[in-house]
């Protein structure tokens, strides 16, 4: 899915985020006991290209993946460069302060834990 946005001209040929059509990358959501485990596909972005901020409730995962420089002539290209985007409202019964993340060919994991007061405890029974 592609968001389209208004372009401008721009005298450098350089293109700002507002401008760019972004790809809605692929997400795999998986629930444990203690939180959420999130797979995030951008192929061919990495660590420099990855940016993902936190604002509020509200979660926002931007990849860019540029092409590739060659010291060659290229007779063929399919890839192209991407830009991806998705957003999420996050549940607040997340900490948000332990989030983490870990990019790995391709696919950014971000591990977000439950708040322990919404974590299934034992209720020890007494005399």
Partial sequence: ???????????SGEVTA????????EVNIVENRDGYV???EMPG???RGLEITLEGNK???VGH???ETLDAEV???ESRQADYRRA???????DATKISARMEQGVLTLHLPKAERVKPRKITVTD
């Fill in 65 to 67: 993946r540029e092409d």
């Fill in 1 to 11: 899915m592609k968001a389209a946005v208004q372009k401008d001209a721009r005298p």
């Fill in 38 to 40: 999130w797979q995030v």
């Fill in 75 to 77: 007779l063929l290209r």
């Fill in 88 to 94: 999420f409202e996050l549940d607040p019964a997340i």
């Fill in 59 to 61: 979660l926002t995962i």
């Fill in 45 to 47: 972005v990495n660590k």
């Fill in 18 to 25: 507002q401008q760019r059509n972004f790809i809605a990358p």
